[in-house]
């Protein structure tokens, strides 16, 4: 089993600045791809951004340039920057994280992230 927490979200003016972490723990011994994904009320959960072991990355169009996914293999945590911030980009956010060999998906409890003015 791996627990995932989040933390960062909260509320931030448009074109203002959060950061994402969320941290694993448990099983974390064979983490492969890392990664964030939101949902906003009344959408489907989308990916935002991923990150594999090896950090190689990709992220959804809507946030190309704004956002950067990073982690830490030390800490067992990845962080989502977020700059730029629009109203749309309002959405609980989840951390999502799988293991090498594992067909488990774990999800974390989710952040908010409220852009408003």
């Known amino acids: 089993q791996v627990l995932l927490v989040e933390s960062g979200g909260g509320l931030v003016q448009p074109g203002g600045s959060l950061r994402l972490s969320c941290a694993a723990s448990?099983?974390?011994?064979?983490?492969?791809?890392m990664g964030w994904y939101r949902q906003a009320p009344g959408k489907e959960r989308e990916k935002v951004a991923v990150?594999?072991?090896?950090?190689?990355?990709d992220y959804v169009d809507s946030v190309k340039g704004r956002f950067t996914i990073t982690r830490d293999n030390n800490k067992a945590t990845v962080y989502l920057q977020m700059n730029s911030l629009k109203p749309e980009d309002t959405a609980v956010y989840y951390c999502?994280?799988?293991?090498?060999?594992?067909?488990?998906?774990?999800w974390g409890q989710g952040t908010q992230v409220t852009v408003s003015s």
């Open positions: 448990g099983s974390i011994s064979r983490l492969n791809v």
């Open positions: 999502e994280a799988d293991r090498f060999g594992d067909v488990s998906v774990y």
């Open positions: 990150i594999t072991n090896g950090g190689i990355t």
